[in-house]
C-alpha cells in the first residue's frame, strides 16, 4: 500500500535516551502549530523557519496571535517523525541531511503543515536536520511520502556536521 500524502509537521519521539528539554518562548504575532520549526528572531521571540534558516526547535503546542509564548523542543539531540515531500525516500538516504519543505498548515485541526524536503537531501553540514531512520508504523515504507526519523543538524545551539 502506498504511503498517504498527509504533512503533518515534525513530531516528537525520542531524545535519545533522555527527558526531553523544552521551554516556553516569546513568539512573534504569528500563529504557530504544533510540528512547526521555529528561528530564533533578533527581537528575542520566534517565528515559523524557511529552508535554509538555522532552527531553535519545533513547536508542541498551538499558540494564537493572542498568546505572547510558545512551549518548544529546543533540544539538539531530540528525534522527530516527519513525512517527506518532493520526492521518494530510500534506505539509502539515511544519516544524509535535508532541509524542511513549507506547508499550508490545517488550521482546523490545529496542525503544522510542514514536511521534509527529499529534494534538498545532501551531505551538507549546514542542512537543517540529519535523516537517522524510517519511522517504525502502520502504513509506512520506502517510497513517496515516507514518514522518516530525523535529528537537528544545523541548530541554534550545535552546528551542523556533514552526512555520510
Known amino acids: 500500500m502506498a504511503n ?6 515534525f513530531e ?17 504575532a504569528a500563529v ?15 517565528s515559523v523557519a524557511a529552508a535554509g534558516e538555522v532552527p531553535v526547535g519545533v513547536v508542541l503546542g498551538y ?5 505572547p509564548d510558545v512551549l518548544i523542543c529546543d533540544d539538539p539531540e531530540a528525534i522527530f517523525a516527519v513525512q ?19 506547508g499550508t498548515p490545517d488550521s482546523l485541526l490545529k496542525r503544522s503543515g510542514m514536511s521534509a524536503d527529499i529534494g534538498t537531501l545532501a551531505a551538507t553540514a549546514t542542512l537543517q536536520f540529519k535523516i537517522v531512520g524510517l519511522e517504525d508504523r502502520e502504513e509506512n ?24
Not at 63 to 67: C, G, M, T, V
Open 12 to 28: 516528537l519521539k525520542d531524545s535519545e535516551g533522555k527527558q526531553f528539554r523544552t521551554k516556553k518562548y516569546a513568539k512573534s
Open 63 to 67: 499558540a494564537d496571535a493572542a498568546e
Open 84 to 102: 517527506v515531500s518532493n520526492g521518494s525516500f530510500a534506505l539509502a538516504d539515511v544519516f544524509q541531511n535535508i532541509d524542511l519543505a513549507a
Open 32 to 46: 504557530l502549530y504544533p510540528g512547526d520549526v521555529v528561528k530564533a528572531n533578533a527581537t528575542g521571540d520566534v
Open 4 to 9: 498517504a500524502d498527509k504533512p503533518q509537521g
Open 141 to 164: 515504507e520506502v517510497g513517496a511520502f515516507a514518514r522518516i526519523l530525523v535529528k537537528p543538524n544545523e541548530h541554534l545551539f550545535k552546528a551542523g556536521t556533514a552526512g555520510v
